[in-house]
């Protein structure tokens, strides 16, 4: 199957400060990746497409000023959680899809803010 | 709106033993349902992708037939094996959503004992 790269797997930080994830499809390009959120015991919840070259669409709900995402080439879309809270604290997993619609996980970043 | 749950929540056998797990649906209008596994504290390995024309798809051990009528799908998995132990989950896209705009259901933790 494809690959698809995320880094970092794990990060904690200090509440207020921001926080870069990176999505990268190693083997595939991918003008569209998506970013989920899962909570402990949960599913995964669709935050928000990352369009390459374009802004992202997010789900109802979900703050597009605290969650930036940026998809600047076909291979590579990042999400930054901005002045993170506690509350943000959660298990974020990012996928492409390629040809028939099948889609590609990373392996997901824990993020833990104290 | 479109809900996914997934039967059992866990599921503990032994190893050799063929296994079945239910994932159903209440919105058959779907365009295709994907099979996931999840490994603790990881991102989603795709299994099964069965697009909404087809009754069943097969890779290896693995055999996921869909039933869009009556909203279900089963993973049924052979001679089961202790690496097999993991999160299986279900996840259905509907038309109209978007590639990443999948549904999923809680999942089915599954452990096979040596």
């Known amino acids: 199957g494809a690959v698809v790269s995320q880094h970092p797997s794990r990060v904690i930080c200090k509440s207020g400060t921001s926080v870069k994830i990176e999505c990268r499809s190693l083997?595939?390009?991918?003008?569209?990746m998506f970013w989920y959120r899962q909570f402990p015991k949960q599913s995964l919840m669709l935050m928000a497409t990352?369009?390459?070259?374009?802004?992202?669409?997010?789900e109802q709900g979900v703050e597009k000023d605290k969650f930036l995402i940026n998809h600047a080439s076909l291979t590579l879309s990042t999400l930054t959680v901005t002045s993170a809270h506690p509350e943000d604290s959660s298990f974020y997993i990012c996928?492409?899809?390629?040809?028939?619609?099948?889609?590609?996980f990373g392996e997901g970043s824990r993020l833990t803010v104290l | 709106k479109q809900e996914v749950t997934q039967i059992p929540a866990a599921l503990s056998v032994p190893e050799g033993e063929n296994l079945v797990l239910n994932c159903s649906f209440t919105?058959?209008?779907?365009?295709?349902l994907q099979w996931f596994r999840q490994d603790p504290g990881k991102g989603l390995t795709s299994l099964l992708l069965?697009?909404?024309?087809?009754r069943e798809q097969t890779s290896g051990r693995l055999n996921a037939s869909l039933d869009k009528s009556s909203g279900r799908s089963t993973l049924y998995i052979a001679a089961s094996q202790p690496g097999d132990s993991a999160t299986y989950l279900c996840?259905?896209?509907?038309?109209?959503?978007?590639?990443?705009?999948?549904?999923f259901g809680k999942g089915t933790k599954l452990s096979v004992k040596p």
């Open positions: 996928s492409g899809v390629r040809g028939t619609g099948e889609l590609f």
């Open positions: 069965i697009q909404s024309s087809q």
């Open positions: 996840a259905v896209r509907n038309y109209g959503g978007s590639q990443g705009n999948l549904i």
């Open positions: 083997d595939f390009q991918a003008t569209t």
């Open positions: 919105d058959s209008a779907i365009y295709n």
């Open positions: 990352s369009n390459e070259g374009s802004k992202a669409t997010y």
